[in-house]
């Protein structure tokens, strides 16, 4: 009886004591990395929520990847667009300069050079790249947005953009493509900016009336062509202002699901270490008790 008494005795000690040892190390476990919760078994419901909220955190990273991009490619061709509305700035003083009746031929022949040349800035322009190297303004094609063939420019891009998602359901597309910066209807129907630039160096280097007439001609066109640029820069900042609203939604929402995160699943420090604190006494009490009752010999039990 002594023998079953003193085995039932270390084993219950052990259980116990094993089972102290557990929870003061899930406690300090807890401490240590601010959750509560170790298993879904420990609060299945708790556990159900913080996986949706996972879920959501890793969808929020994919949106703001993608916000990350439209607005790298967003901000690559508002820049494009300054630059092509300098150009047709610049374009337009010199027709001015040209339309007037004291220019000699002399003269228009070599504001006919410079615009030649800043057609061909602006073919530049329009075959800019994005931050992944592809056509800026050349919609889903890879390569280049414009071809110069000499007597026209032409868009081999495509007409359509793949959106990106930036959360809440909600997309942009991250760029513009090329018929809607320089397509635009002017005083002899549809035309573009190439076409404007082109027919007015060809008409001053021709010199005479011709070249004159062309001058003022390309007055119209130009304004038409600077009101496209205008109003193109406007749709890429509204775009702009959209991505960074939905940086900002999501940036809130992203405080929301940590906060929500801590209050499901989270541990309170101060409780858990009080706990931890109390755990280790009742091990510490419980280690002591088992070290004097297991040295007291069958002797000192009799005597």
Sequence with gaps: MINLSTGAFYERSARQIGSLRAQAETLQQQIGTGQRLERSSDDPVAAARLRMLARQERIATVDSRNSQLAQADLSLTDQTLASIADVVVRVRELAVQASAATMSD?????????IVGLRENLVLLANSRNIAGHALLGGQATGAAYVDTGTAVQFVGTTSVTPLEIG???????????????????????????????????ALSGGGQAALDASTAALGDLDAGLEKVTTAQTVVGSRLNWVDLMDERRENNAE????????????????????????LTILEASQASFVRLANLSLFSILR
């Design 106 to 114: 002399e003269q228009r022949q070599a504001i006919g050079t410079e």
């Design 168 to 202: 809440e359901g909600q997309s942009v597309d991250p760029a513009l493509v090329g018929p809607d910066v320089f397509e635009f209807t002017g005083a002899n129907g549809n035309t573009d900016l190439f076409a404007v630039l082109g027919t007015l160096a060809s």
């Design 256 to 279: 929301r699901v940590a906060d929500e995160r801590l209050d499901v699943g989270g541990a309170d420090i101060a409780t858990t270490m009080t706990r931890l604190q109390e755990t």
